[in-house]
């Protein structure tokens, strides 16, 4: 067992602990790094503002109280060496009032610098030297208001007044000025000193808030795998259980030692699976007593079949009551086999005898149908024949038709001719009739005319002879005319009947055809129905032989069937059934 401590978890205590209390203990102790490191954060962070504050408002101070009182012993001199050397009353009035001015302000900036400084020897000099300083300032008024100003020479005592400025003044202050840089080389020492305390104190509050890091880092990887373990076993405990169960093994040994809900949860599982364990042998039990075949009793121990495991023991029951029915039917059902059997095999044999009958019965009905099929197509081929022929004359009278069409058509024409030619005829008859008029008045008047006349009276008799010829030419042609239109009504009305009768014939023709062609249909439709009574037949025939070889296989099948019947009945007497 691995102890307690503060980098760890005490894993029996987590085990003892509800979930929920587990992980606020873990979070408890998290919550104890996480506020150490906030106080050392805050701890670094208060002195270094400390040391800041005291890096500036003291030392940032008194360096800037030292460079006051240096700047003014400096400017101090500067007048005292104005106030000598000037010639101009007024200027050196100013600079002597200068001069008392910053002599009298040392010793308020003394004060200033010591509430900064505590070095006790270097304010005593300090004050020694503004006090001697203040009394060379004194000495030096005193001499300059003793002393007569000259344009020219300047002052009168001006000897004297170097003498005090230079051996006593600037002693001074060079003295004052040499404690002041001591007070600042101490000022900047104590403000590196701050500085590097305020760094240390920084660095050991870092590195201690570094190793409360890490402590937390560790705590919390040590925290997760102990929580882990302790969350994990009771998990996988259950996981390869419920594995095996699904695997239909139910022996597994569970135990985990845990309080908390998993540790429930794992106990339960294991009384669950004891039960289900209960459940599955006593169904191996009363499955294996079935298949020995006795069905006189469903389940052997039906009181620990509890909630959704009832009906599978209902069921169980329901199967034993079930079989030890269908036993009993099954034993009553052989029996009607047998019966069955026997009467099958002599229905068997009766009917092979009667399918013997039919196949010869079927083989001359085949043969009979093979010479009808023969002379059907024959009578198709007949009918083809034919109806290519009378195609042929149907052609052949069309063609004399449409010839006779022709014929009709230019006989036709010549009577329109003929009746044209008669037309002119007529109209060279009338020119004949008024000709032979002309030549009667001309005769006339050239028997009036006399000697003179007579030649006009020759060619008048000339003209008449002419039109008398050219009537009798047009009188034949009437005659002609008419007799060849005569002739040409005959032919038209010989062409009309002719053309009738190859309309008739054409028409007789087209019928014939139409006949031929429905006979070859009609013998073609029965050779294809003799084709498939032929295909139909040696199907039965087919059927009959295959009806013959299972009335055979019937016979034996019933005989072996009769015996395994007999069979069926001893296996039958085997089983136990209820009564």
């Known amino acids: 067992?691995?102890?307690?401590?503060?980098?760890?978890?005490?894993?029996?205590?987590?085990?003892?602990?509800?979930?929920?209390?587990?992980?606020?203990?873990?979070?408890?102790?998290?919550?104890?790094?996480?506020?150490?490191?906030?106080?050392?954060?805050?701890?670094?962070?208060?002195?270094?503002?400390?040391?800041?504050?005291?890096?500036?408002?003291?030392?940032?101070?008194?360096?800037?109280?030292?460079?006051?009182?240096?700047?003014?012993?400096?400017?101090?001199?500067?007048?005292?060496?104005?106030?000598?050397?000037?010639?101009?009353?007024?200027?050196?009035?100013?600079?002597?009032?200068?001069?008392?001015?910053?002599?009298?302000?040392?010793?308020?900036?003394?004060?200033?610098?010591?509430?900064?400084?505590?070095?006790?020897?270097?304010?005593?000099?300090?004050?020694?030297?503004?006090?001697?300083?203040?009394?060379?300032?004194?000495?030096?008024?005193?001499?300059?208001?003793?002393?007569?100003?000259?344009?020219?020479?300047?002052?009168?005592?001006?000897?004297?007044?170097?003498?005090?400025?230079?051996?006593?003044?600037?002693?001074?202050?060079?003295?004052?000025?040499?404690?002041?840089?001591?007070?600042?080389?101490?000022?900047?020492?104590?403000?590196?000193?701050?500085?590097?305390?305020?760094?240390?104190?920084?660095?050991?509050?870092?590195?201690?808030?570094?190793?409360?890091?890490?402590?937390?880092?560790?705590?919390?990887?040590?925290?997760?795998?102990?929580?882990?373990?302790?969350?994990?076993?009771?998990?996988?405990?259950?996981?390869?259980?419920?594995?095996?169960?699904?695997?239909?093994?139910?022996?597994s040994d569970i135990s985990v030692d845990s309080k908390d809900e998993l540790g429930a949860a794992v106990a339960d599982l294991k009384h669950s699976t004891e039960i289900t364990q209960a459940v599955v042998a006593d169904i191996r039990e009363s499955m294996q007593t079935l298949a020995e075949g006795d069905f006189t009793q469903g389940s052997i121990n039906p009181q620990i079949y509890v909630?959704?495991?009832?009906?599978?023991?209902?069921?169980?029951?329901?199967?034993?009551?079930?079989?030890?029915?269908?036993?009993?039917?099954?034993?009553?059902?052989?029996?009607?086999?047998?019966?069955?059997?026997?009467?099958?095999?002599?229905?068997?044999?009766?009917?092979?005898?009667?399918?013997?009958d039919q196949a010869a019965a079927i083989q001359q009905l085949t043969a009979s149908v093979e010479s009808v099929s023969n002379q059907t197509r024959e009578m198709a081929q007949a009918a083809s024949e034919g109806n290519t022929l009378a195609m042929n004359v149907q052609k052949d009278v069309e063609t004399g038709a449409e010839k006779m069409q022709l014929v009709t058509d230019a006989m036709s024409r010549i009577n329109e001719a003929s009746t044209k030619i008669e037309e002119v005829t007529n109209t060279i008859e009338q020119i004949a009739s008024q000709t032979q008029l002309l030549a009667l008045n001309a005769s006339i008047e050239a028997a009036r005319a006399g000697e003179a006349g007579r030649g006009f009276a020759v060619v008048a008799e000339e003209i008449s002879e002419l039109a008398e010829q050219s009537t009798e030419a047009a009188n034949n042609t009437h005659e002609l005319i008419n007799s060849t239109l005569q002739e040409i009504r005959g032919g038209n009305g010989v062409v009309g009947e002719t053309r009738e009768a190859l309309n008739l014939v054409q028409k007789s023709v087209n019928e014939v055809a139409e006949m031929m062609k429905k006979s070859g249909e009609t013998a073609n439709d029965q050779a294809r129905a003799m084709e498939e009574i032929t295909r139909g037949i040696e199907q039965i025939s087919g059927v009959i032989q295959n009806n013959s070889a299972t009335a055979e296989e019937s016979s034996a099948v019933s005989q072996e069937l009769s015996e395994q019947s007999d069979q069926l009945n001893d296996l039958m007497d085997q089983f136990k059934v209820r009564g």
């Open 1 to 251: 067992m691995k102890k307690r401590g503060i980098l760890t978890m005490d894993e029996q205590q987590l085990k003892n602990m509800k979930v929920q209390d587990k992980f606020r203990a873990t979070f408890k102790k998290i919550m104890f790094f996480a506020v150490s490191a906030v106080i050392a954060l805050l701890i670094t962070i208060g002195f270094s503002l400390l040391s800041i504050r005291n890096i500036y408002s003291k030392y940032y101070a008194l360096n800037t109280y030292q460079a006051d009182l240096r700047i003014d012993i400096q400017a101090y001199a500067k007048q005292g060496w104005c106030a000598i050397s000037t010639t101009d009353a007024e200027l050196q009035q100013e600079c002597l009032e200068g001069m008392n001015e910053k002599a009298t302000g040392f010793t308020e900036k003394l004060k200033l610098l010591e509430t900064v400084y505590d070095d006790k020897d270097v304010i005593a000099s300090l004050e020694s030297d503004i006090a001697l300083l203040q009394e060379s300032n004194e000495e030096l008024q005193n001499l300059f208001a003793e002393g007569v100003m000259d344009p020219e020479e300047g002052m009168s005592n001006g000897d004297e007044i170097a003498t005090v400025l230079n051996d006593d003044v600037l002693v001074d202050v060079a003295q004052m000025a040499a404690d002041l840089k001591i007070v600042s080389a101490d000022s900047a020492e104590m403000a590196e000193v701050t500085y590097q305390r305020a760094l240390a104190v920084i660095i050991i509050m870092v590195i201690i808030s570094l190793v409360i890091v890490m402590m937390t880092t560790v705590f919390i990887r040590n925290a997760r795998a102990t929580l882990t373990k302790n969350i994990q076993e009771p998990l996988e405990v259950v996981g390869h259980t419920v594995r095996k169960m699904a695997e239909g093994e139910f022996s």
């Open 307 to 356: 909630g959704d495991y009832i009906p599978i023991r209902d069921a169980i029951d329901n199967i034993a009551n079930t079989l030890s029915h269908t036993i009993t039917q099954v034993k009553v059902s052989s029996q009607s086999v047998a019966q069955g059997a026997s009467n099958m095999s002599q229905g068997a044999t009766d009917l092979a005898e009667g399918t013997t």
